[in-house]
C-alpha cells in the first residue's frame, strides 16, 4: 500500500479504517485515470469555446437533470477534531439523515455533506443547526458548488498551468536518479517522519518521558529485486491528448483536473513502471477504440462512454483486461453490442480474462470472457485475483516485504499471529508455516471468503478467518486463546494508508496479551497519531501499557517514485 502518484479518478474502492480494511488499491495505483470533480459522474457541461458564443458557465454541469454531488451540499462546523467521514455518516445516521458524500478533512472543525435532493438538504439544516456533538454546538448552511476549473481558468487567461510535465515524469518522478540515489533519499525522508513521531509522543508524556525506548530511527531500506516494468497493475485514462489534437489517447493524465488540465499522454516512455506487455495492451486497445462508433468520455463535458482501461498481469504472463464505460449513455441493446465487441475483439488472445466496468451511477462489473479469476505465485504459494481484488503491485517486492515482515515478527512454532485488516489472507497464510496459528480478521464478507478459498487452495490448515470489525472481533479472539506461560500473540496490522481507527489501537492497548505489534505502512506520514497512541501513556482512552519501539525497516516496493513500505516493530 502507498500512496504518492496522482490519486485516481475511477476511485477505488475504499474502505473503512475504522473496519480495519485493506483499501482495495490502497497498494498505490499508477492511476491513469483523472481525478473528478464529482463523487458521481455528473451532467453535460455548457463547451461552448471561448471567442465564439461566450465563455464556459461554472456551474453549467449544476443546471441539468443529472444528479451531481455538488447541488444539495452542506457545510457543517464546528465538528470534532478527531472524527472523519464515516464518524460523520454514523452522526448524520443517528438524525435519520442519509450522506450521498461526506468530505471531511481530519483535524479540520468542519464538514461538507451532500444529500440526495433539496427536501433531505433542508431537513438536515433545520435538524443539525445547534445539535451538540461531543461537547461543539454545531453550525451549518448552504455550500456553494464547486466551479469548473476549466471555465475557471479560462476565465483567468490560463491555458497551461505550471504542474504540465511529461507522464514519465509523473510516475516515475526519481527516475534520473541512481538507485543507491533513490534508496539515500527514501531514507533521509523516512528518518524525518520518524524524527517528528518522537517529538509528538515527547509531547504526549508530558513529563517523565522515557526517551531511552522511542529511539526511532530506520534501519535500512531493501531494494526491490526487480526495477523496471514491475507494477502488475496499471489503471489508464481514455481520452485526448490536448497538446497533439489526438481525440483518443489512453495514458496517463499529465496535468490535474482540479487545475484545469487533464491532457493526457500514452505509457510508451513509463518503462520505470509499466511493463512492456502493458503498453502493448494499451495500443491493441486503442485499436479496438478505433472500431467503436461509442465517444471517449469528455472530462471536461462530462459525456461520452469509454473513460479508462485497467490491466492487470502475473508472473505467468496471465492479462486480465478491464475497460471501464460510462453507463448513462447505454441501454441494454447497446450494452450488449459493447460485450459482444469487446468478446469478438479479443477472441484470439490466449491466457486472457476479459471484465467490463460500469460506472455513472452504481458501479457493477460484468465478467465478459475468459477465466474469471488469475493466480499468482508468492512466496510459493498460489493467490486468486479479480479485477477488484488487492493484490501487491510489485510481485516480486511483495516478496521481499514479507520475508521482511517475518524477520521482524521472530516468529516460531509457539506463536499466535494476529492478521489484523487480513484482506484475501496474504500475509497470514504466507507465513502459517512458521506460527502455531493464524487468525485473519477483516470487515469485508466477500475478502474473508477468497481468504478462506486461499488457504483451502494452498492447503493450510491452522488459519482461521474472522468476519467482522477488529476493534469487536480482537478481543473475542484473545479471549478464546488458552493462556500458557509459553504463549505469545503478535499482531500485524496492514492497515489503509490512512491507517487503523482509533478505536482498534485502543484495543491493542487495552487487550495486554497481545505482546507484541508490526505495523505495515505505505504512508507513514499519515499514521502519526496511531504510532503515538500506541506509545502513549496510559489513559482512560488508551488502557494498558504502552508498547515501546524496537526497529524499523524499509522495503523500496516501488522504485524510481517517492513511495516505500515502513515495517515498524513495537513490544510492551
Known amino acids: 500500500m502507498s500512496a504518492e502518484i496522482e490519486e485516481p479518478a475511477l476511485k477505488k474502492q475504499k474502505l473503512d479504517p475504522e473496519t480495519c480494511v485493506q483499501n482495495q488499491e490502497t497498494e498505490c495505483d499508477i492511476s491513469a485515470s483523472v481525478k473528478e470533480n464529482h463523487s458521481e459522474p455528473t451532467a453535460q457541461v455548457n463547451t461552448v469555446e471561448s471567442g465564439t458564443n461566450g465563455p464556459l458557465d461554472p456551474l453549467a454541469y449544476t443546471k441539468t437533470q443529472h444528479f451531481t454531488s455538488e447541488i444539495y451540499k452542506i457545510c457543517i462546523e464546528n465538528v470534532p477534531k478527531y472524527v472523519n467521514a464515516p464518524d460523520v455518516r454514523k452522526f448524520l445516521k443517528k438524525h435519520d439523515l442519509e450522506a450521498v458524500k461526506v468530505k471531511r478533512a481530519f483535524k479540520t472543525s468542519f464538514a461538507y455533506v451532500t444529500f440526495r435532493d433539496e427536501e433531505t438538504r433542508q431537513k438536515a439544516l433545520k435538524t443539525l443547526e445547534n445539535v451538540q456533538w461531543k461537547k461543539n454546538s454545531l453550525k451549518v448552511h448552504i455550500a456553494e458548488p464547486d466551479k469548473n476549473p476549466f471555465a475557471r481558468n479560462e476565465a483567468r487567461g490560463e491555458k497551461k498551468l505550471q504542474d504540465y510535465r511529461s507522464v514519465r515524469e509523473k510516475t516515475a518522478p526519481l527516475y534520473q536518479m541512481t538507485m543507491s540515489e533513490q ?3 527514501k531514507l533521509s525522508e523516512i528518518q524525518g517522519v520518524l524524527n517528528n513521531y518522537k517529538k509528538s509522543l515527547k509531547r504526549s508524556w508530558q513529563s517523565g518521558f522515557p526517551e531511552e525506548h522511542y ?13 523496471m516494468g514491475y507494477r502488475n497493475k496499471c489503471e489508464f485514462t481514455i481520452g485526448k491528448n490536448t497538446d497533439t489534437n489526438e481525440e483518443t489517447c489512453i495514458g496517463f493524465v499529465k496535468g490535474s483536473f482540479s487545475l484545469g488540465n487533464i491532457s493526457i499522454e500514452s505509457p510508451d516512455e513509463c518503462t520505470e513502471t509499466c511493463s512492456r506487455v502493458m503498453i502493448e495492451e494499451v495500443k491493441k486497445f486503442k485499436d479496438f477504440l478505433a472500431t467503436s462508433a461509442l465517444p471517449v468520455y469528455d472530462n471536461i463535458a462530462n459525456t461520452g462512454v469509454w473513460k479508462a482501461l485497467q490491466i492487470r498481469t502475473t508472473e505467468q504472463q496471465d492479462i486480465m483486461i478491464t475497460p471501464v464505460v460510462d453507463k448513462r449513455s447505454l441501454d441494454p441493446e447497446k450494452l450488449e453490442e459493447v460485450k459482444s465487441s469487446l468478446k469478438d475483439f479479443y477472441s484470439d488472445k490466449q491466457k486472457c480474462s476479459m471484465f467490463l466496468k460500469l460506472v455513472g451511477g452504481k458501479e457493477e462489473v460484468a ?7 488469475m493466480l499468482e505465485k508468492l512466496c510459493g504459494y498460489d493467490f486468486q485475483i479479480t479485477s477488484g481484488s488487492f493484490f501487491q503491485v510489485n510481485t516480486a517486492g511483495a516478496e521481499v516485504l514479507y520475508q521482511t515482515i517475518r524477520e521482524t515478527a521472530r516468529l516460531d512454532d509457539k506463536t499466535i499471529l494476529l492478521d489484523v485488516c487480513c484482506g484475501t489472507g496474504t500475509i497470514g497464510i504466507i507465513l502459517s508455516k512458521y506460527v502455531k496459528c493464524v487468525h485473519g480478521i477483516e470487515i469485508v464478507e466477500s475478502a474473508v471468503d477468497d481468504a478462506k478459498k486461499n488457504a483451502e487452495r494452498n492447503k493450510i490448515e491452522n488459519v482461521t478467518f474472522h468476519a467482522g470489525n477488529a476493534k469487536s472481533v480482537v478481543p473475542r479472539v484473545v479471549n478464546n486463546i488458552p493462556k500458557s506461560p509459553d504463549t505469545r500473540i503478535v499482531a500485524i496490522v ?8 482509533a478505536d482498534v489501537i485502543a484495543c491493542l492497548r487495552k487487550n495486554e496479551m497481545i505482546a507484541e505489534v508490526v505495523y505495515v505502512s505505505c504512508d507513514i506520514k499519515q499514521i502519526s497519531d496511531n504510532i503515538v497512541n500506541l506509545c502513549c501513556p496510559t489513559s482512560n482512552r488508551y488502557l494498558g501499557d504502552p508498547f515501546r519501539f524496537v526497529s524499523s525497516v524499509a522495503v523500496d516496493l516501488f522504485p524510481h517514485t517517492k513511495r516505500f513500505e515502513v515495517i515498524f516493530h513495537f513490544q510492551r
Open 367 to 373: 465478467h465478459i470472457d475468459g477465466p474469471e479469476f
Open 494 to 501: 496492514d492497515p489503509p494508508r490512512n491507517g487503523l481507527h
Open 183 to 185: 534508496l539515500e533519499f
Open 215 to 227: 529511539n526511532f530511527s530506520i534501519s535500512e531500506i531493501k531494494q526491490s529485486p526487480v526495477l
